[in-house]
T-cell receptor, first 113, second 114 residues
Framework: KAGVTQTPRYLIKTRGQQVTLSCSPI?????VSWYQQTPGQGLQFLFE???????NKGNFPGRFSGRQFSNSRSEMNVSTLELGDSALYLC????????????FGPGTRLTVT | LAKTTQPISMDSYEGQEVNITCSHN???????ITWYQQFPSQGPRFIIQ???TKVTNEVASLFIPADRKSSTLSLPRVSLSDTAVYYCLVGDPEFTSGTYKYIFGTGTRLKVLA
C-alpha cells in the first residue's frame, strides 16, 4: 500500500511569512503526528492528531498549529516564520497512535531566509 | 520531565553484535519504548517496540529492565547497510493535562566497517 506522503518536499520562505505543510497518511491510519528535525535540537515532537482531534502536544509555541480532516489527511501551519524554524518537518501515521508503529514520510525541508 | 540520553556514535565491524542503550527517566509508566532507524534524507523507520523485559523480532532485540529507566537495542550480526542513526522514543506524561509529549532520544550514529 502507498506510504505516507508529504507536500511540498522543499520550501523556501521569508521571515515573517506563514507556511502550510500537508501530510497524507497511510490508508486506514487514524493517527498523524508531526515532528521537527534540526541538527541542533534533533527530533522534536510537535503534536499528534487522532480522528480530527489534537490528542497530544509538544513544547512548541502557538505559532505552530495543525489540523486533521475527516479523511485523516493533516496539515501543519507555522505563522510568523523565524529563521530558527528552518528544519525538516516529518509527518508520521499510525493505526492507533504513538504507542503503535509509526510510518514516517520523507519530510518537508523548510528554509526560512 | 522525561530526559533521554544516548551515546553520540558507535563503530562496529560487520558480523558483530551491537548494543545501543538509551537512558530515560520519568517516562510514562504505561507506555511503550520504541526504537527507530534513520538513513540520510529519509524519515525514521520503526525497528522494535517493547514495554518491559525482552522483545525480539526478525531484525533486533530490545531489553528493558524492571525500572524502565533505560532500554537497550541489540542488533545481531550487523552489516554495512545497518549504518544509520538510531533513536529511542519514549512517552512523557503531562499529568495536569492528561496528555503526552513524546521524546526522541538524542540519536546514536552507528557506523559499520567492513
Amino acid at each position: 500500500k502507498a506510504g505516507v506522503t508529504q507536500t511540498p518536499r522543499y520550501l523556501i520562505k521569508t521571515r515573517g511569512q506563514q507556511v502550510t505543510l500537508s501530510c497524507s497518511p497511510i490508508s486506514g491510519h487514524r493517527s498523524v503526528s508531526w515532528y521537527q528535525q534540526t541538527p541542533g535540537q534533533g527530533l522534536q515532537f510537535l503534536f499528534e492528531y487522532f480522528s480530527e482531534t489534537q490528542r497530544n502536544k509538544g513544547n512548541f509555541p502557538g505559532r505552530f498549529s495543525g489540523r486533521q480532516f475527516s479523511n485523516s489527511r493533516s496539515e501543519m501551519n507555522v505563522s510568523t516564520l523565524e529563521l530558527g524554524d528552518s528544519a525538516l518537518y516529518l509527518c508520521a501515521s499510525s493505526l492507533e497512535g504513538l504507542a503503535t508503529e509509526q510510518y514516517f514520510g520523507p519530510g518537508t525541508r523548510l528554509t526560512v531566509t | 520531565l522525561a530526559k533521554t540520553t544516548q551515546p553520540i556514535s558507535m563503530d562496529s565491524y560487520e558480523g558483530q553484535e551491537v548494543n545501543i542503550t538509551c537512558s530515560h527517566n520519568n517516562i510514562a509508566t504505561n507506555d511503550y519504548i520504541t526504537w527507530y532507524q534513520q538513513f540520510p534524507s529519509q524519515g525514521p523507520r520503526f525497528i522494535i517496540q517493547g514495554y518491559k523485559t525482552k522483545v525480539t523480532n526478525e531484525v533486533a532485540s530490545l531489553f528493558i529492565p524492571a525500572d524502565r529507566k533505560s532500554s537497550t537495542l541489540s542488533l545481531p550480526r550487523v552489516s554495512l547497510s545497518d549504518t544509520a542513526v538510531y533513536y529511542c522514543l519514549v512517552g512523557d506524561p503531562e499529568f495536569t493535562s492528561g496528555t503526552y509529549k513524546y521524546i526522541f532520544g538524542t540519536g546514536t550514529r552507528l557506523k559499520v566497517l567492513a
